[in-house]
């Protein structure tokens, strides 16, 4: 069993998937794909609450302003010029609280909220990463839930009353379902619903506005102690109650080997796509969603919409990598990009909310680390080929 993990300061890029049929797709330089054919999972999507902010699909992208300041005016004009209205920033609990509890610094959130509204672009803001003081035990650096809920409500509270109007939407925590990223202990759905819930009604306490996101899950093919698959994961959330408790559902959406439009089915027959991993290895794919989609219909949650918090494709071929088995060209990254997109607002709408990909890249890093291959720009601001097609493609909307 394997749990696909794409390390970015922590970070884990999982895959998600789409819900429907695709035709056959012939694209220049690409991969000719017949998907299983399927039937949409619901059309109650369609009389979606009138509250929701997000276009179906909207254009987001992931940065790296903290600590970044010579850099963010330059990356945040990239994202603009782009055609990106949304902006992914993590906002870590343990920079903002870190020395004691109701202490907090403000100093480098308000230079990256201000900047981000003088550039005119939305923002997510994911909130995760506990200070050392929250959990008694000695994991810190390693991510974990607090021993008490309630301190982390009390800083999404200060948070959110802080940037009210500001910060438009709130992920709340990454990847629940790994151990790793919840105190290097067994994951467990109801105690993340009871994290969820909290955050939920502080938030909502301080901004009635602000969107809450439940945290993107891996789509790993590894279960117990370390981890349990996001499909599970999610239907025990919502057994928990975690339907009254967010607003759109995240998910993780990146591709892997195959090109976008390949239904999870095909993925699973063809072990060039599912690394020989056969039914588990549906996951591999970017519309491994369509499975996370069905469990909100059959959970009687139709009407909200998901937002894709992190996808893309990784070129990192390097012979010791072991994302390698995975790698596409920077041209065909591109592609994939650029028909991801469409197939979401052709096939996804209007289920779909943000989609934000992965990444305008930190400036510190280099080619020896993994980041840098799923990225869009180089770290000195030249631009790849995902970039410069998805600037065609979004100047056009």
């Not at 610094?105 to 672009?121: C, H, Q, S, T, Y």
Request: with cysteine.
């Amino acid at each position: 069993m394997r749990i696909p993990c794409f390390f970015l300061h922590r970070i884990c890029i999982c895959a998600v998937v789409a819900f429907s049929a695709f035709a056959l797709v012939t694209c220049s330089g690409s991969t000719t794909v017949s998907p299983t054919a399927t039937k949409p999972a619901s059309n109650k999507a369609a009389t979606l609450p009138n509250w929701v902010k997000m276009d179906s699909p909207d254009y987001g992208i992931h940065v790296f302003l903290w600590g970044n300041a010579p850099t963010t005016e330059r990356d945040l004009n990239l994202a603009r010029e782009a055609g990106f209205k949304w902006v992914k920033q993590r906002f870590e609990w343990r920079y903002i609280e870190g020395n004691r509890k109701g202490t907090y610094e403000w100093n480098e959130p308000d230079r990256i909220v201000n900047a981000i509204n003088k550039a005119g672009l939305k923002v997510i803001a994911r909130v995760d990463n506990q200070p050392k003081w929250a959990r008694s035990d000695k994991i810190f650096p390693a991510s974990g839930p607090p021993d008490n809920m309630e301190d982390f409500g009390d800083f999404v509270y200060a948070l959110v009353d802080r940037y009210k109007g500001r910060i438009q939407a709130y992920e709340i925590w990454n990847e629940p379902n790994l151990a790793r990223e919840w105190g290097n202990k067994q994951p467990n759905a109801a105690e993340y619903v009871k994290m969820l819930e909290v955050a939920y009604k502080a938030a909502k306490k301080a901004d009635p506005n602000a969107l809450i996101l439940s945290a993107g899950l891996s789509p790993t093919t590894a279960s117990g102690a370390i981890a349990t698959p996001d499909v599970e994961f999610l239907k025990q959330m919502y057994a928990a109650g975690a339907k009254d408790y967010f607003d759109l559902l995240g998910v993780h959406a990146a591709g892997y080997k195959a090109p976008p439009e390949m239904s999870p089915d095909d993925i699973a027959k063809d072990p060039k796509y599912n690394h020989g991993e056969a039914e588990l290895g549906r996951i591999y794919g970017f519309r491994h969603a369509e499975d996370l989609r069905a469990v909100m219909v059959q959970s009687g949650d139709a009407n909200k919409q998901v937002a894709v918090l992190e996808f893309g494709w990784t070129s990192d071929d390097r012979p010791d990598s072991p994302y390698a088995w995975h790698a596409v060209s920077e041209k065909e990254k591109a592609d994939y990009l650029v028909r991801a997109f469409k197939f979401a607002k052709e096939r996804w709408s209007p289920w779909i909310g943000v989609m934000s990909a992965i990444y305008i890249p930190d400036p510190n890093w280099t080619k020896n680390d993994e980041q840098y291959y799923w990225s869009i720009t180089n770290p000195d601001g030249s631009t790849r080929p995902a970039y410069d097609a998805l600037r065609s493609l979004l100047r056009l909307k």
